[in-house]
């Protein structure tokens, strides 16, 4: 019986609703994770990960880099997309076809269609790193989604409401899963518990994270 509970649920297999604009598709990057990772392996060499500075001068815990038309950075000077990377002064490396197709087939499948991300940011963590409760309010065109792809070792999603004070619900988000979310749910806060040590068979003891937006 519990079989027919399940697919009474309303939610096919390997969906999992967070809001009425947002969901998870477990495992949806699984088949891409070989193209994902020669990308990420490209883009480091052009443009390396990094700890960036936030606007209060803190040093965030997260090491990141981006490929695509933009990228996103920050500094003493606040948050904002680039067409350069600091580091050199040049373009971002740009954004690999596969990238592209696994954002677009994941939009697709949420219900998200004509998503054409001009920006990917690539995150990587360690054990410890976190990202704190924010919104991402810098891109241009908020009516399009983002598209979130997570590799290596868990971390727990924290998905809060509009308010930062909301209490956020805890998402734990897998190799392989793949997070969309727009329309309504577009600016909820959202953040990233300190992750626990671990090591995956793959991708060793990091997480990497791809965010794809539409940024310009
Ligand atoms: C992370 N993600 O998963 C951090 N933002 O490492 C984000 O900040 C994020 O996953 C917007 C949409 C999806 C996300
Ligand atoms: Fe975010």
């Known amino acids: 019986m519990m079989n027919l509970d399940l697919f009474d649920s309303g939610m096919p297999e390997g969906r999992e609703s967070l809001g009425r604009d947002a969901l998870v598709l477990r495992g949806f990057g699984l088949p891409f994770v070989d193209a994902v990772l020669a990308a990420v392996d490209y883009i480091e060499a052009c443009s390396p990960f990094r700890h960036m500075q936030t606007r209060r001068g803190y040093t965030m815990s997260v090491a990141l880099t981006n490929c695509g038309r933009l990228g996103w950075i920050s500094d003493r000077a ?7 990377d600091p580091l050199n002064n040049k373009a971002w ?6 990238l592209l197709r696994l954002a677009t087939q994941a939009a697709d499948a949420a219900g998200f269609r004509g998503f054409e991300p001009d920006a990917c940011l690539i995150n990587s963590y360690l054990p410890g790193s976190k990202m704190a409760l924010h919104q991402d309010r810098n891109e241009a065109d908020l009516t399009q989604p ?3 792809v997570s590799l290596g070792i ?3 999603f924290l998905f809060g409401g509009h308010q930062r004070s909301d209490k956020p619900a ?3 988000l897998f190799h392989g899963d793949i997070v969309v979310w727009g329309g309504e749910d577009r600016m909820r806060f959202h953040g990233i518990m300190p992750l626990k040590a671990a090591e995956h068979p793959r991708v060793g003891a990091r997480r990497i994270n791809l965010t794809f937006r539409r940024a310009g």
């Open 170 to 172: 805890r998402i734990p």
């Open 154 to 156: 868990p971390a727990i």
């Open 78 to 84: 606040g948050y904002r997309y680039s067409q350069t």
């Open 146 to 148: 983002i598209v979130s």
């Open 93 to 98: 490396p740009e954004m690999p076809a596969d």
